[in-house]
């Protein structure tokens, strides 16, 4: 049990805001192969996203339906992207994205596993505001973005999160096995992915108190 506390809470040190959530260094995206490699790399580099995308693999775990639900998440992850390309924002999203590791992490740390319906309906929810975060960088480019860097970067975020959700959940059950949502290694999992959820919304809250009184 210890270990997997100290390789958690290893992951949580080295992950830092400085990754700056862009592979291409923000340069513009111009090709198919740019957005490709930008959808990749922004659910790896963004950890609040990257730890969304494996607590989102755990809990689906134990609902029964472990490629089903990650699949809500990841269609409207793709929806709220696209959205934001059209200039379709969503409010408040850092402070749901934060709120959103909070909320999945609580539910794995709890040893209670969801339903189908619920897993999918909360993970469709926070889909939307994630996607639309990594909507940000196709809308800094306006016009610019032609149909191929954004098919391209959309195919990129599917697939790399869906098979990264699809990795947490194999890996709990292969390497740790967790068969069940109470297995202390999983409620680990789920309490170093709330910590980080807590952090992000503290530090938005003080973000949102100093930002009204300046």
């Not at 609902?63 to 992207?81: E, K, N, Q, S």
């Not at 469709?124 to 639309?132: D, K, R, T, V």
């Not at 790399?160 to 194999?170: P, R, V």
């Not at 003080?206 to 930002?211: K, L, Q, W």
Request: proline share 4%; hydrophobic share 60%.
């Amino acid at each position: 049990m210890k270990k997997y506390f100290l390789a958690a809470l290893g992951v949580l040190a080295s992950a830092t805001p400085a990754l700056a959530h862009h592979p291409l260094a923000g340069q513009p995206m111009e090709t198919f192969a740019q957005g490709l490699l930008s959808g990749i790399g922004h659910p790896l580099l963004g950890f609040d996203h990257l730890f969304f995308v494996i607590a989102i693999g755990v809990a689906a775990l134990y609902t029964g339906y472990a490629r089903l639900a990650p699949a809500a998440y990841i269609g409207a992850m793709l929806v709220g992207c696209l959205m934001m390309s059209f200039g379709i924002g969503l409010p408040f999203k850092e402070v749901i994205i934060g709120l959103s590791l909070l909320t999945v992490g609580i539910v794995v740390l709890s040893g209670r596993a969801l339903s189908v319906a619920p897993a999918i309906a909360l993970f469709a929810i926070f889909g939307l505001f994630h996607g639309s975060a990594f909507g940000d960088s196709i809308a800094a480019q306006e016009a610019s973005v032609g149909a191929p860097v954004l098919f391209g970067y959309l195919i990129g975020l599917g697939v790399l999160q869906y098979g990264i959700a699809l990795a947490s959940g194999y890996l709990v059950v292969k390497v740790w096995k967790a068969t069940a949502a109470q297995a202390v290694e999983a409620r680990i999992a789920g309490a170093a992915v709330a910590g980080m959820g807590a952090f992000l919304t503290l530090e938005n809250i003080e973000g949102m108190v100093f930002g009204a009184l300046l």
